[in-house]
């Protein structure tokens, strides 16, 4: 009687949801077109800084035309080491991928931890982050990104590249051709997130095939009016300059929207959805 009393017991702990807890927490931020050295981005930068004080975290995801002119140590220092210095300071990493402004050879630079590729994966804990060149998408990139993202049992697969498959912005839009390409793999391996920049605002769209995608396209750049609303856009701002603030836990991806002056715009949460 002790005994099944004990498996009881047991079944009924193990059916309880486990606690979250900080290692089950993945947090970083995301921008894009960043690259001018202007006020805006500096202002961005502090409010990074002012906002990992509250919410820490050590990793950035870079979306491309992270310089606007052509790389130098200069261009290096103005356009991305000042900007970040508080954060680069506390040895938050920054991952790149290259924009269309972008010089070829900064793929070498240590700041952007590309080490020398222009398309990598890597993890942290439950989540694996893929880095796409879409200036060059060729045949080889492809048959990477197929093996790479078939191979993944992390539980979010999390895309980020330049130019976007989605968006309602009135300067570029959506890159068609590019979503022929890119989107069967997305939908064939479970990929959730999708961050890309290239317009110069903010877009949150409607999940899109149960995708869920992300213009942020204005760390430093900002084209005013820049968007045209549709039926697919769940939330835009083409008005301030801002960054995402990302935590992703077991069962969700959580998001906000943060201006240089530090207003929240946009929020909410993506559920994950089981593996393919």
Same mark, same amino acid.
């Given at each position: ?45 502090? &409010? ?26 200069? @261009? ?20 790149? @991928? ?18 020398? &590729?222009?398309? *990598?994966? *890597? ?17 080889? &990139? ?15 697969? +999390?895309?980020? *590249?330049?130019?976007? +498959? ?15 390409? /890119? ?27 149960? +995708? ?8 430093? &750049?900002?084209?005013?009016?820049? @968007? ?15 960054? /995402? /603030? ?31």
């Amino acid at each position: 009687m002790k005994h099944i009393l004990l498996c009881l017991v047991f079944a009924a702990l193990a059916a309880v949801p486990r606690a979250q807890t900080v290692a089950d927490v993945v947090r970083f931020a995301v921008i894009g077109d960043s690259g001018t050295g202007g006020d805006a981005q500096y202002q961005v930068g502090r &409010q990074m800084a002012s906002s990992r004080s509250r919410s820490p975290f050590d990793l950035v995801l870079m979306l491309g035309d992270n310089l606007y002119r052509r790389a130098s140590p200069e @261009v290096y220092a103005s356009a991305f080491e000042r900007p970040y210095a508080a954060l680069l300071a506390d040895n938050v990493k920054f991952v790149a @991928v290259l924009g269309n402004h972008d010089s070829p050879e900064s793929v070498t630079y240590p700041g952007w931890n590309m080490n020398g &590729q222009r398309y *990598f994966s *890597f993890t942290r804990n439950h989540v694996r982050f893929f880095a796409i060149d879409t200036n060059v998408l060729d045949a080889k &990139q492809l048959e990477w990104l197929e093996q790479t993202l078939g191979t993944s049992r992390e539980l979010w697969k +999390i895309a980020y *590249f330049h130019h976007p +498959i989605y968006s309602n912005g009135k300067r570029h839009g959506s890159n068609v051709e590019l979503r022929v390409r /890119l989107e069967p793999l997305f939908l064939r391996h479970g990929v959730q997130v999708v961050f890309s920049g290239h317009d110069h605002m903010y877009e949150r769209l409607k999940p899109q095939k149960g +995708i869920t995608y992300f213009v942020v396209g204005s760390g430093g &750049q900002l084209r005013e009016g820049g @968007v045209r609303r549709s039926e697919t856009t769940a939330a835009a701002n083409d008005q301030e300059q801002l960054f /995402l /603030l990302v935590d992703v836990d077991r069962e969700a991806l959580r998001f906000q929207a943060i201006t240089r002056n530090g207003a929240v715009i946009d929020s909410g949460a993506v559920p994950r959805q089981p593996s393919t």
